[in-house]
């Protein structure tokens, strides 16, 4: 195992029960059900670098998030962390690896205590894990948390409800922060705040991972957001990996066709004369997931094989891409 390598996530599964209550399904006949949220993923993330993972709504990314940060098990697969699973660890091994990872919510609003004070918020992963001795220091450290993210020490006393979204989410990464992480996963941090905010804290982001050497699993459903500060992308489609490429790349050579879809639906800013296309059609039920490749629907490369069989993941130039038409070169390489 290489030592630059901080996060395995392998062959991950996680199916939810959704069946009816069991005597309604014994009344009607009807067998459990189950919804396949995240399918067999697999990805790697080195120390320091920031992998990104991306797809409609739906297709798992919240799901993976939580696994990782142990709020759901799995139904299968492993997750390691400096080589260590978080379910397989007890005692003091627990704890640390609890305090290294850490995450941070989409919704800035529902995910600070609004009856505590900004500084109790901040202070209570230092308690916690006892990383400041009386209060003093406790209050010195949450100081000093505060103006990493851009806020005032005063603001300690004020409570949530006194900030805008942005500044909510400079609390929640102090809170986060004051773990002493080394990774934290970001669950669409920035996509309920507008876009000049947006802007500002993934600046914000940036600057701390530089400082405090973070790695990062960023979570978004849109692609030009994590353009500029993922080194990886993975692409999702109803719990599948499709696409894990380097972010050049995956931006100058897109190998899967749904990859190439989300790419098309960016709105040209840097004007390379791309056409926009609207992302077209609708993520089937993973219920009821089509057979084959699950974006055959979707596909306008597919032919009978894509109907029928699951792809396999294969590399071209680096990227992992798990797609029939791309594997059997029926399309062409660059866009
Ligand atoms: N606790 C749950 N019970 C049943 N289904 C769930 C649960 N959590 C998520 N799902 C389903 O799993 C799929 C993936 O959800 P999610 O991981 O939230 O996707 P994303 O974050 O990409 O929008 C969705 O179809 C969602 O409805
Ligand atoms: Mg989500």
Redesign the pocket.
């Known amino acids: 195992m290489s030592s630059d390598l901080l996060l395995e996530v392998k062959n991950l599964s996680c199916h ?3 069946s009816k209550p069991w005597l309604n399904r014994l009344i009607e006949r009807e067998p459990q059900r189950f ?1 396949t ?2 399918d067999n993923v697999s990805f790697n993330i080195n120390r320091g670098e920031t992998f990104a993972l991306v ?12 696994l990782i940060v142990d709020l ?1 098990h799995p139904s299968s697969g492993q997750i390691l962390f400096d080589g260590l699973s978080l379910r397989e660890t007890q005692g003091e091994t627990f704890k640390t690896l609890r305090r290294r990872i850490q995450m941070i919510f989409q919704d800035p609003f529902a995910s600070l205590n609004p009856r505590w004070r900004v500084g109790d918020i901040i202070a209570e992963p230092i308690d916690a894990f006892g990383l400041a001795k009386g209060q003093g220091e406790v209050s010195k450290r949450v100081e000093t948390l505060l103006d990493k993210v851009g806020l005032s020490g005063r603001d300690q006393h004020k409570y949530p409800h006194e900030f805008s979204g942005g500044q909510r989410q400079r609390i929640a990464i102090a809170r986060a922060l004051s773990a002493q992480p080394d990774f934290l996963v970001c ?2 941090p920035t996509s309920a705040l507008d876009v000049s905010v947006q802007a500002q804290i993934l600046n914000l982001m940036q600057d701390l991972q530089d400082e405090f050497g973070l790695t990062y699993l960023f ?1 978004s ?1 849109d692609l030009s957001v994590v353009k500029h500060m993922a080194n990886r992308i993975g692409v ?1 489609y109803l ?1 599948s990996m499709v696409e894990n490429s380097e972010s050049d790349q995956l931006f100058k050579q897109p190998a899967h066709p749904y990859t190439r879809m989300l790419l098309d639906a960016i709105p040209d800013h840097e004007m390379s004369g791309r056409r926009r296309k609207q992302v077209t059609g609708e993520i089937p ?2 219920i009821d997931p089509p057979s084959g490749c699950t974006f055959h629907p979707r596909c306008e490369f597919a032919n009978t094989k894509c109907t029928q069989e699951r792809p396999k993941i294969h590399e071209i130039n680096g990227s992992f891409v798990s797609c029939w038409a791309s594997a059997e070169n029926r399309i062409s390489i660059s866009s």
């Open positions: 939810f029960d959704v919804l949220a995240v797809g409609e709504s739906g297709s798992g990314k919240s799901t993976i998030a939580k759901i669950d669409e979570i459903h999702l719990g039920s993973p």
